[in-house]
């Protein structure tokens, strides 16, 4: 069972990830039949339904269309409370699988997907930077196609029956991208026409990323810039300067422009003061460098202790504060340790 569990956990979550991260024209009457069946599976005549380019424009369409609106979430409540109704049953089958099915279902299904889905519907509602999104947040957690994968892994592993309401959910998912339900109206945006991904690890986690364009681009041109799964600005893509890095208030997005910039071209062009190097002994063979930044901290550039996907290992940089000289005793600051603790470590990753 372990194997053959293992096989369908794996299969399933290539198969959902394909659906999260589909560019394909929506299937407009397929979304809207579904949708129609779930509005009367809570009580509700099906809605009419305002098709829109992208979850930013779903903020442009008006009133009562717009997302967000007070009136929405009734509706939204009621979906949810079937959806919770549905993931008890799933819950309650995935108890009957036994262990070993069930950390299949975990290890090689839930975790890697669990992760994609949730930093790209992060990326994309930080994008929109509308309250509106951080509010609605819940309600797409509730679309995630994570419980719809659990509920398909769980089914064809304990050979359970069909329930053709989540067949409805399925079908949805299946057909257009976020959808936000109103007791008139639907809002419905199409997928994106272009996404652009990176695998983050050994157990096939997908990251969005591209380092010279969007990482999402929807069909009215609104776009998603990503590096390694950071959401950045497009000009830490297109046209990273020392100027602009400096005067960058956040910190992952400085970090990921240098990156961008290169670390070699950063330190010499800023005029980073090389203040010492050591051996790093939780990376061995690689060495740890300090800079003075002239300001209030300094800057710790190591390289990281695993290989990428592609076989190179990335250099990063870390700040640490301005008072640190030994670069042992910096690198130890960052994992919480002192530098004599950080130099018994056999390895880090």
């Known amino acids: 069972m372990s194997v053959l569990a293992q096989r369908h956990a794996a299969t399933i979550r290539e198969e959902w990830l394909g659906v999260a991260l589909s560019t394909m024209p929506a299937d407009r009457p397929a979304a809207e039949a579904a949708i129609s069946e779930l509005y009367r599976l809570i009580g509700l005549r099906p809605p009419r339904f305002r098709w829109v380019s992208s979850p930013f424009a779903a903020l442009h369409t008006g009133p009562p269309g717009q997302p967000g609106r007070k009136p ?51 990326l994309i509602t930080a994008e929109a930077n509308a309250e509106v999104f951080s509010r609605d947040f819940n309600w797409q957690r509730t679309l995630s196609v994570v419980w719809l994968a659990h509920a398909e892994a769980v089914r064809r592993i304990g050979n359970f029956a069909v329930d053709e309401r989540i067949t409805l959910w399925e079908q949805v998912a299946r057909s257009c991208g976020w959808w936000w339900p109103q007791p008139e109206v639907c809002v419905i945006s199409e997928r994106p026409v272009l996404a652009r991904t990176e695998v983050s690890d050994e157990r096939g986690e997908l990251r969005l990323h591209c380092p010279d364009g969007p990482a999402l681009r929807y069909r009215d041109g609104w776009t998603v810039h990503a590096w390694h799964g950071t959401r950045v600005p497009e000009w830490v ?113």
Request: net charge neutral.
């Open 72 to 122: 929405e979430f009734t509706v939204t409540q009621q979906l949810s409370a079937l959806r919770a109704g549905l993931q008890v049953d799933i819950d309650g089958q995935h108890g009957r699988l036994g262990a070993a099915a069930n950390q299949a279902i975990s290890e090689h299904l839930l975790q890697s997907l669990s992760q994609t889905v949730t930093r790209m519907s992060s």
């Open 237 to 349: 893509l297109a046209d990273p300067t020392v100027a602009r890095i400096d005067a960058e208030v956040n910190v992952e997005v400085r970090r990921c422009a240098i990156e961008r910039f290169g670390w070699p071209a950063y330190i010499e062009e800023a005029g980073m003061r090389l203040i010492a190097t050591a051996p790093d002994p939780g990376n061995p063979g690689f060495e740890l460098r300090l800079y003075d930044m002239r300001r209030s901290f300094n800057v710790l550039v190591a390289v990281n202790g695993s290989l990428e996907r592609d076989g190179t290992r990335r250099r990063y940089g870390l700040t640490v504060p301005g008072g640190f000289t030994d670069p042992v005793a910096a690198a130890g600051w960052t994992y919480g340790l002192t530098g004599a603790q950080y130099a018994l470590l056999q390895r880090r990753t």
